[in-house]
Structure formats: C-alpha cells, structure tokens
C-alpha cells in the first residue's frame, strides 16, 4: 500500500510447539522423558541426546529464559493428549436453561399444569427460567407478578432454588430456578431407575407344602395262637 504500512496477511499463528530442528536458541533448560532435570545444555547437545534416545525434543515452556524443552515421543503424547480432550468433551454436560411462561392471573389448573412442568425439568437438573408476562393495566401490577413467582419457588424448593431473584424486563417479570441436583446425578438416577425396570428381581419361589400320604399305615402283626411246646424231661 503505498504511502502507508502494508498490513501483514501471514497465515494463522499456530499453536503447535516448536519441535527439534525448529527450535533456534543457542541453549535449552532440558528435561529428560520421566521428568528429569538434565539441566543447561546447548541446543545441539540437546538434538543429540534427543536422536540417541530416538525421541523428540520439544519445547514446553517457550517464554522462560533459557527456553525448557523436553525428551519426548512426540506423536504419542499428541495422540494421548486428543484422547483426553475427546473423553473430556464426551463426559461434559450442557447446561440447559428451559423456559416456562405464566400470566399474572393465571387459572388454578393452568398453574398446576405449569408447575408440574417446572418440577419435570430441575428433576432433569435443568435451569428453569420463569416469564410473567404483563398486559394492558396488568403492568401497573407487578406485585401480582412477583407474589407469583415466590408461590411457585416455594412449591418447589425441594427441587430447586431461586438462582435468579425476580426482576423486570420492559413488560416481563422474570426469575431463574437452579436445580438442586446436578444433571449428570439425575441422568445417573434415571439410568439407574431404568435399568431396575428392565431387569427386575424375580420373586421367591413359594415353599411348597408337605405333601400328605393317603395310605394306610402298614398293619402290626397279628399275635401268635399257638401253644408253646412243652419241655422234654432230660
């Protein structure tokens, strides 16, 4: 750009550590591959015990002074490294803010229905945001909005909290319930209670009862009739 400083287009700056031939200082602080303090050697020196051992050197700690580089395998550590990241992700749980709207005069069998909404989502261990919604003169009323909001909190405090106390937006009044139980508990209890229904324990076998024989007992015998011999005289 003439007359002017022309605007650097380079590519993005990468976030990958320098590695062996990439490194350009004159010394290192080095650590060896099980953590070892080797100590203040020439980078080339460092090159060299880094070939011998057939393992990387690498720089981890680039702003010290001088720079501290360590021994390692270097295509394994970031294998091993996007393992975790990927399992750290895969356990992560979103929090999820759900949303429930209320007018200020709302009917007793809307409430219920909405309030039985509400305790769905913090048994979930979801966020819950409460919305009253004011129209016309019901503006000038914002106690009714407010005293609402604390039935409700109070309906199910066992359940959640108030995160957020009431507060006005414009033409809406709104307060935010926190669960009490986080989420990664209530998907816990859930699979648990599932896997209750799915393999329930079977009942005990009924005792069976003694079984009564119909015979007859087997008769005595019959007594003898007959005399006893009588004794020869010697």
Not at 53 to 78: N, Q, S, T
Not at 81 to 107: C, F, G, H, W, Y
Not at 155 to 179: H, W
């Amino acid at each position: 750009m003439p007359g002017g400083h022309q605007a650097y287009r380079g590519g993005p700056i990468s976030t990958e550590p320098r590695i062996n031939e990439r490194i350009r200082v004159n010394e290192v602080r080095l650590v060896g591959p099980n953590g070892e303090q080797v100590g203040i050697v020439a980078i080339g020196d460092a090159l060299r015990l880094a070939q011998e051992a057939d393992l990387d050197l690498v720089e981890v700690a680039p702003m010290a002074r001088p720079p501290v580089c360590k021994l390692m395998d270097y295509g394994k550590f970031k294998y091993e490294t996007a393992q975790k990241a990927r399992e750290s992700r895969k356990n992560q749980v979103n929090t999820v803010i759900k949303e429930m709207k209320l007018r200020p005069k709302i009917d007793p069998h809307d409430y219920e229905t909405k309030k039985g909404h509400v305790v769905r989502f913090l048994k979930q261990g979801d966020k819950v945001k409460i919305t009253i919604m004011f129209r016309g003169r019901e503006q000038s009323r914002p106690e009714l909005g407010y005293r609402l909001l604390q039935r409700l909190a109070a309906d199910v405090e066992e359940l959640g909290f108030v995160e957020s106390s009431p507060k006005q937006d414009g033409r809406n009044m709104i307060m935010v319930l926190g669960p009490t139980k986080k989420k990664a508990d209530a998907r816990a209890e859930k699979a648990a209670d599932r896997a209750r229904r799915d393999d329930p324990v079977a009942p005990a076998p009924a005792e069976t009862p003694p079984t009564t024989s119909t015979e007859a007992p087997p008769a005595a015998p019959a007594p003898s009739t007959e005399a006893p011999a009588a004794e020869q005289p010697a």
